[in-house]
């Protein structure tokens, strides 16, 4: 969330974060509820004053009159309190509307043409043959079964059978052994149900309530990792001296993909629920990009041992998302399907999501609380990894060799077929 402060500061720099992300925000009438709500603060307190003093002038038992006027005052503070309290209800709650500019380094751009790769890795696999995609190899060795999860759940849900399914949880185990035995992560198995302030801390909510599976109870099903394990501290002043904190949480996420029709409507790509591995850091704000680095630094070695070929491009302004204060995205190629496929976005957000949280560091004792910079990257989603393998490592006879790494968890198996 932008400080209120930093609003009534410089208003343009603002509204210029929420252009450069193609956004719409109130910043207008934030500022005249504001305003108005000051101005009624102001006159509580000049009545307020006035109150003491009548009480003060009054000797023994009060007057028609005194009782009259202090009466006035009363019901005139009641009034402009509630007044006053409503006006700031719904500035509060704009402000959640608006955007968290992006950070000076970031590419100024409006949509995905104007990301900028930054690196690559590895070489596209070649074949001597025609590649297929991810779900013809699925749907030939009986691994994907997409009818029968239709006929269960509807449409973009898949069932996974025998080595399929061995295959996306061994890509999970060894997602989270790798981040806490290498990348010193602490793993952690958050709920999967939220209350509505966790979805409003991770900056879910109110921005992306259209996209969240809600409980008639109240509760959100959790969109991603991120939102239960960012929101662990919050309400907290953390311990300076502890900081980082680096949490890996693998989890079950469900999305509507309401702002999504027509997209990946083929295959095991934008499903309604999926498996992620999802790693979260807590910083310093002066640690804040370098950790981001280190990061997306983690999901690339991630690919490196699975020997899959990606890029990372910097994401410009327009591409970048809501609250994010600089993101990168990394793409594995799917020769398949001939395209760069998504499979990590690693953002910094600043304090954006701490102010949401209120969530504090102390550097030393006595000091005065800051705002810790939060970050998250996907390390990685199980189930579009595991359409990079099958596409990847596919062979002319319509098998899979099993990446290396993953063998141990395969029970030894070296090729699906």
Known sequence: MIPLQRLRDDPEAVREGARLKGEEAPIDEILELDVRSRRLRTDVETMRAEQRRAS?????????????????????????????????????????????????????????????????????????????????????LGIFDFERAAKISGARFAVLRGDGARLQRALSTFFLDVATTEHGYTEVAPPYLVRRSAMVGAAQLPKFEDDAYKTDDGLFLIPTAEVPVTNLYRDEILDGTLLPIAHVALTPCWRREAGAAGKDTRGYIRMHQFDKVEMVRFTTPDGSLDELELLTGHA??????????????????????????????????????????????????????????????????????????????????????????????????????????????????????
């Open 300 to 417: 690339e070695a991630l690919l490196q041992r699975l020997g899959l070929a990606y890029r990372v491009l910097l994401m410009c302004s327009g591409d970048m998302g809501f609250a994010q204060w600089k993101k990168y995205d990394v793409e594995a190629w799917v020769p398949g399907m001939q395209r760069w496929l998504e499979v990590s976005s690693c953002s910094t957000f600043g304090d954006f999501q701490a102010r949401r949280a209120q969530i504090r560091y102390r550097a030393a004792p006595g000091d005065r609380p800051q705002y810790v910079h939060t970050l998250n990257g996907s390390g990685l989603p199980a189930g579009r990894i595991l359409d990079a393998v099958l596409e990847t490592f596919q062979q002319a006879d319509g098998s899979v060799l099993v990446p290396s790494v993953l063998q141990p968890y395969m029970g030894g198996l070296q090729r699906l077929g």
């Open 56 to 140: 003060a002038d009054m000797r023994g038992a009060p007057t028609p009159e005194q009782r009259s006027t202090l009466g006035d005052l009363k019901q005139r503070i009641q009034v402009a309190e509630t007044e006053m309290t409503a006006l700031e209800a719904r500035r509060d709650d704009l402000l959640l509307y608006v955007p968290n500019p992006p950070h000076p380094s970031v590419p100024e751009g409006r949509d995905e043409t104007d990301n900028v790769v930054v690196r690559t890795w590895g070489t596209p696999a070649e074949f001597d043959f025609e590649p297929r995609t991810h779900y013809e190899i699925g749907e030939a």
